[in-house]
């Protein structure tokens, strides 16, 4: 069956960096367009970053210069390396698969003093 597992989500001061992992299994994953999606207390989930399976990315306003999206299809692994972090940034962060609508379960991303 899919599996999404996210990790690499923690506490971190502002202007620092994280770096998101998601390792998916039971897909052809170099053919996969994912997503990193975010959601914050109170608020909807929104969309991120998306790369395409033939690497394309796509990122929202708010994170461009400042957040990356990459895979390795070798490892069947979707990253996300965020860059100087804001305390807006806070959020749990979602890894997904368009085909079939799969979720990983979150890892969360504090950014604080």
């Known amino acids: 069956q899919v599996q999404l597992v996210e990790s690499g989500g923690g506490l971190v001061q502002p202007g620092g960096s994280l770096r998101l992992s998601c390792a998916a299994s039971?897909?052809?994953?170099?053919?996969?367009?994912m997503d990193w999606y975010r959601q914050c207390p109170g608020k909807q989930r929104e969309l991120v970053a998306t790369?395409?399976?033939?690497?394309?990315?796509n990122y929202v306003d708010s994170v461009k210069g400042r957040f990356t999206i990459s895979r390795d299809n070798a490892k069947s692994t979707m990253y996300l390396q965020m860059n100087n972090l804001r305390p807006e940034d806070t959020a749990v962060y979602y890894c997904h698969l368009r085909w079939g609508d799969y979720w990983g379960q979150g890892t969360q991303v504090t950014v604080s003093s």
């Open positions: 790369i395409a399976g033939g690497g394309a990315t």
């Open positions: 039971g897909i052809i994953f170099s053919i996969a367009t």
